[in-house]
């Protein structure tokens, strides 16, 4: 596992995770996880949350990643990794009924998911974790993953609203860093 500060607007450095918390309760283990690094970052301007009390019906979020991004003639991902941050648009589409998790050992609960598709614009592998922004620029969800081939299906998120009282808490207990 690895994680990477600054990549935006660049140039980006590897940083080294010291600890980590993940979600969990009487089902298991959910998809979203913090990490401590070393050393911690102070350049970086915290992300904004949405106010969770009032959840606004979003129909286009924006997605950053460092994934693959081109495919072969069957749209199959091809490993490679872009030069830069690829950055898009995409529209926010229901989640199927009884979404499950695509090879993941982690849980994507239904109503904690969102669910974004866009013709010809995809998420892959190296975006996992990545923040999902609304036009409010504040971070709503936390990307983990789609099972289909390459531009073919929804990618999912899981909302940042579902685990908000487990973020502060953890924040707030770790002192902010």
């Known amino acids: 596992m690895s994680a990477y ?15 980590h918390k993940i979600f969990e309760d009487q089902t298991g283990k ?23 009390t009032r959840r606004k019906k979003m129909d286009v979020i924006q997605i950053a990643g460092h994934g693959g991004y081109t495919v072969d003639v069957n749209y199959n991902k091809l490993p ?20 499950h998790p695509c090879n993941s050992a982690c849980l994507w609960p239904n109503g904690n998911t969102m ?5 010809r614009v995809d998420i892959c592998k190296g975006d996992s974790g990545g923040g999902v922004m609304a036009k409010n620029n504040k971070i709503h969800g936390v990307h983990v993953g ?3 081939p390459a531009c073919t299906g ?24």
């Not at 500060?5 to 600890?19: C, E």
């Not at 926010?92 to 979404?99: D, K, Q, S």
């Not at 669910?115 to 013709?119: D, L, M």
Request: aromatic fraction near 4%.
């Open 5 to 19: 500060v600054g990549i935006h607007p660049g140039p980006g450095r590897m940083v080294t995770i010291i600890d």
């Open 30 to 52: 959910h998809d979203i996880m913090l990490l401590k690094i070393d050393p911690p970052e102070n350049k970086i301007k915290p992300v904004v949350f949405p106010k969770c």
């Open 80 to 99: 490679d990794e872009p030069p830069h941050l690829q950055c898009a648009k995409m529209h926010v589409v229901e989640c199927e009924l009884n979404l």
């Open 115 to 119: 669910c974004y598709k866009e013709p």
């Open 146 to 148: 789609g099972c289909e």
């Open 154 to 177: 929804p990618t999912i998120s899981l909302k940042v609203c579902s685990y908000i009282g487990w973020i502060n808490q953890v924040i707030t207990r770790s002192n902010g860093k």
